[in-house]
């Protein structure tokens, strides 16, 4: 299978790319999606194409490779929603950093790698609000709720409590916490560490809890 997809997107303040790439994973040939910059609705765009386009070459998973430091919440959603849709798994790859919503990306595919050198950061959700102060608490009771769905989602989605993350955010008052690799892979948010190959019948990662 050969395939090669060059997707560009809107420039932004942090450049980016996301491609869709052919790759050899052990004995098999694969298309992967790579994905490195901010999230915001041009990526959310390229993304949705790449993922559709390997979707109708049959493949039996879609790798996908993230590179990024997190960016817009909505444009976040309608990544996963595409995800959601997808007939077959997903293989994330935190290749360098997964921050912010870029983690939220990483955490809500099927089988999750994360590279030796690489880390996992989440925080509390951040926006700006003005107005009335009845709007204002209004803005700030939605992201909360907002907030808590995307990370009540992620946790269930890696077989944790569903508070997993949100009691986590809660004892650092939402600030940041950091995950490298080998914590990443303890705490359960990773499921091997390094690049993986594909047997044609199972995944093979460094390390495996």
């Known amino acids: 299978m050969k395939f090669l997809i060059v997707l560009a997107f809107l420039a932004c303040a942090h450049p980016g790319r996301l491609r869709a790439e052919t790759y050899s994973w052990g004995r098999v040939e694969i298309a992967t999606v790579s994905f490195d910059g901010p999230v915001n609705n041009a990526t959310a765009d390229a993304f949705m194409e790449a993922l559709t386009a390997i979707a109708s070459t049959g493949q039996p998973f879609i790798p996908i490779e993230i590179t990024s430091p ?13 995800m959601d849709r ?6 994330t790859i935190c290749t360098a950093y997964c921050h912010s919503a870029g983690a939220l990306l990483w955490l809500n595919g099927t089988y999750r790698f994360i590279e030796p050198s ?6 509390d959700i951040s926006s700006g609000t003005e107005g009335k102060v ?9 992201m909360r709720q907002m907030n808590t769905m995307l990370y009540r989602r992620a946790a269930i989605h890696i077989g944790k409590a569903a508070n997993f993350f949100v009691t986590m955010l809660e004892k650092t008052r939402g600030k940041e916490i950091w995950f490298y690799s080998h914590e990443a892979l ?3 948010l990773a499921q091997w560490i390094g690049m993986p190959t594909y047997t044609g019948e199972a995944f093979v990662g460094f390390e495996k809890p």
Not at 118 to 123: D, Q
Request: aromatic share 2%; charged share 15%; net charge neutral.
């Open 70 to 82: 997190g960016g817009e919440v909505f444009a976040l959603q309608r990544m996963l929603g595409a």
């Open 86 to 91: 997808l007939k077959v798994p997903t293989v």
């Open 118 to 123: 690489a880390s996992i950061m989440i925080h």
């Open 134 to 142: 009845t709007e204002m608490e209004h803005g700030v009771a939605t």
């Open 186 to 188: 303890t705490k359960g």
